[in-house]
């Protein structure tokens, strides 16, 4: 028989969850039910090589620290140093230094990048007897609205599975296959496109001091630490601009005069890519019993580095809630989910709106005019005078708002 005409053996498996997606949202999901005691499967598209490689993020806020604190979990998952809690704003040249930690008790930020966290989080959890299964080819999804979804898989050798479940967690990305099997009419997608490219260059040279954000009339830039010998830079670029129209030379000539830092050190170019800054929200993040968690419900600008933390942010959430189901019958925190999740996502959203259009309009005023030019000159000003507005800047990097969402007790 054709490998892809095999039956299905005629017993599905079962599991509590499926997890689609191994990324940060769904490797948190998993780690922290598996602390809970509750079984699940995760489903993977790719190889665990490849997944391991994706470099992104670099930095987890200081409540995705604490939360992964809460759960007993921050010493095995996350890597690097603290984040000494300044970012360098360098305007026209001149230097401002902002104290982006909120003062509260308790760790901060940790310059963490994405892969590492993924990194760990795949050896912790394959280590604690965690079921990953990488390769896992067209993942359908049925019966979202009964008591017992089904998700349907390819193994890599081309066999079929299926696994009955009381809850999916769909943390497969933006192009992934979760959000797509709502039917039409379920989730609203808001949508905004800021009009803006940048190239992200990752090299093996030397990190800022502090994370550093460069306004200029040539257009923005920024230098971020990646690792003690390695870099993210960022420069903005027509939207849609072509990475090949990027050689070496013009790249850190383009870093050297934004930055104002003639004697940059340069490096060995490892990936370059461009791409539009925009922001996109699915509503709601559920659908009967499927839960949007991460970036399979909101892409959100690089600016603020908001997108991996809301990633962890939602897992946090859907572990408690599936915790309080099964632990307790408690369905509450499960009905509210999306709600809480949204109050994050669009804070966030705003968040990065206000720095995306702040440091960009600050700059080149061709592309915006001179009133929105001098606006955003004005917030920057107010950003470096006032303490009130730089407590508040702080508070939104941080992450942590003080009316709620401090990590609470697991209570595991
Ligand atoms: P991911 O990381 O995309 O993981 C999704 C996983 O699902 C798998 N998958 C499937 N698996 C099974 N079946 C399918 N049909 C599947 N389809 C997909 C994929 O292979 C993948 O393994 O989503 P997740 O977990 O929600 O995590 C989100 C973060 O990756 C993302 O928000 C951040 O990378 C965004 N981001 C940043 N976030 C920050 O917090 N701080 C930053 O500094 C920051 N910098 C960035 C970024 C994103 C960037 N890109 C992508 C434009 C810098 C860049 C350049």
């Not at 599975?161 to 039917?183: K, L, W």
């Not at 070496?248 to 004697?263: G, K, V």
């Amino acid at each position: 028989m054709a490998e892809g005409a095999r039956q299905l053996d005629e017993t599905p498996e079962s599991a509590t969850v499926v997890v689609i997606g191994a990324g940060p949202a769904g490797l948190t999901v998993a780690s922290l039910l598996r602390r809970c005691g509750i079984d699940c499967v995760v489903l993977e598209r790719r190889s665990r090589e490849h997944v391991a490689q994706r470099q992104r993020a670099g930095i987890v806020e200081a409540r995705a620290v604490r939360m992964f604190e809460s759960w007993g979990l921050a010493d095995l998952v996350l890597g690097g140093p603290p984040h000494d809690g300044i970012l360098e704003f360098r305007v026209d040249g001149e230097s401002h230094l902002v104290d982006d930690s909120d003062g509260s008790e308790g760790p901060g930020a940790r310059l963490c990048p994405q892969q590492v966290l993924v990194q760990k989080l795949t050896a912790a959890h394959l280590a604690d007897g965690g079921d990953l299964r990488y390769e896992a080819a067209d993942v359908t999804l049925h019966d979202l609205t009964g008591d017992r979804p089904m998700v349907r898989y390819r193994s890599a050798d081309g066999t079929p599975h299926a696994i009955s479940c009381a809850f999916v967690a769909g943390c497969d990305g933006e192009h992934g296959v979760t959000r797509t099997a709502v039917p039409d009419g379920h989730l609203t997608a808001h949508t905004l496109d800021h009009g803006i490219g940048w190239l992200t260059v990752l090299a093996d040279a030397p990190p800022p001091a502090h994370p550093l954000l460069a306004v200029s009339p040539q257009g923005f830039a920024a230098h971020f630490p990646r690792g003690p010998h390695s870099s993210r830079y960022y420069l903005q670029c027509p939207p849609d601009d072509d990475p090949g129209a990027w050689p070496d030379d013009r790249i850190w000539d383009a870093l050297r005069t934004r930055l104002a830092d003639p004697a940059l050190t340069a490096g060995p170019i490892t990936d370059r890519e461009t791409f539009r800054l925009r922001g996109l929200v699915n509503e709601p993040m559920q659908y009967g019993r499927l839960f949007l968690v991460g970036d399979a419900a909101h892409i959100v600008s690089p600016m603020g580095g908001k997108g991996m933390n809301l990633a962890l942010y939602d897992a946090d959430l859907f572990a408690r809630a599936v915790r309080d189901q099964v632990r307790d019958g408690d369905d509450t925190a499960l009905r509210t989910y999306s709600e809480r999740c949204l109050r994050r996502v669009w804070s966030d959203q705003e968040f990065s709106h206000w720095l995306t259009r702040t440091v960009h309009d600050a700059g080149d005023a061709t592309r915006c005019g001179p009133f929105l030019q001098r606006l955003a000159r004005a917030r920057l000003d107010r950003l470096f005078s006032s303490p009130a507005a730089a407590r508040a800047f702080a508070e939104l990097m941080t992450g942590l708002d003080p009316a709620q969402d401090r990590p609470a007790s697991t209570g595991r």
